[in-house]
T-cell receptor, first 109, second 116 residues
Framework: GQNIDQPTEMTATEGAIVQINCTYQ??????LFWYQQHAGEAPTFLSY??LDGLEEKGRFSSFLSRSKGYSYLLLKELQMKDSASYLC??????????WGAGTKLIIKP | GAVVSQHPSRVICKSGTSVKIECRSL??????MFWYRQFPKQSLMLMAT?????????EQGVEKDKFLINHASLTLSTLTVTSAHPEDSSFYIC????????????FGPGTRLLVL
């Protein structure tokens, strides 16, 4: 079967760094996406990894290890507006995104 | 960047009525559009995939006669919730993919449906 495993909730402090881990199992693989979703809103695109390694984009970085079925999203210099759910979504062999429930990140002052 | 719009953003209707939600790609041609539903604190659930000019492919457990999908043009797909009931109250989100990239999906802002 296909499944995603992420922590349900994480708490971090403003200005700090947080790493959100994701392990996945899919039927085939065509890359992995990270999305941010604020409460009551649609997901917004953060990153896409298709090859192993780290992709850095401003305060956000995403890492992928295909052999381990593992990815993480690293958020630096946390801001209050980063409080949101973060969705790890691998893409299967049919180019369909597989969604988990995401990780709710709470930022405290 | 690619923009997808949805209309309406919020709708309240009486039980038994039908509701139509529009999804438009504003600056690209969407060969494929996806309809998702999301209940509070749950993951996005893919309801159906529609390709322009052909019938939608529904996921298991999604009633095609209740959730009518029409992808009549390369920029517009509609989802009609027929004879809506309170349990259909949810957040409906569409996404669109253009013909140049199978990987990238652009999400609309979502439609919140409340059935009384």
């Amino acid at each position: 079967g296909q499944n995603i495993d992420q922590p349900t909730e994480m708490t971090a402090t403003e200005g700090a760094i947080v790493q959100i881990n994701c392990t996945y199992q899919t039927s085939g693989f065509n890359g992995l996406f990270w999305y941010q979703q604020h409460a009551g809103e649609a997901p917004t695109f953060l990153s896409y990894n298709v090859l192993d390694g780290l992709e850095e984009k401003g305060r956000f970085s995403s890492f992928l290890s295909r052999s381990k079925g593992y990815s993480y999203l690293l958020l630096k210099e946390l801001q209050m507006k980063d409080s949101a759910s973060y969705l790890c979504a691998p893409m299967d062999s049919n180019y369909q995104l597989i969604w988990g429930a995401g990780t709710k990140l709470i930022i405290k002052p | 960047g690619a923009v997808v719009s949805q209309h309406p953003s919020r709708v309240i209707c009486k039980s038994g009525t039908s509701v139509k939600i529009e999804c438009r790609s504003l600056d690209f041609q969407a060969t494929t559009m996806f309809w998702y539903r999301q209940f509070p604190k749950q993951s996005l659930m893919l309801m159906a995939t529609s390709n322009e000019g052909s019938k939608a492919t529904y996921e298991q457990g999604v009633e095609k006669d209740k959730f009518l999908i029409n992808h009549a043009s390369l920029t517009l797909s509609t989802l009609t919730v027929t004879s809506a009931h309170p349990e259909d109250s949810s957040f409906y989100i569409c996404s669109a993919r253009d013909g140049t990239s199978r990987e990238t999906q652009y999400f609309g802002p979502g439609t919140r449906l409340l059935v009384l």
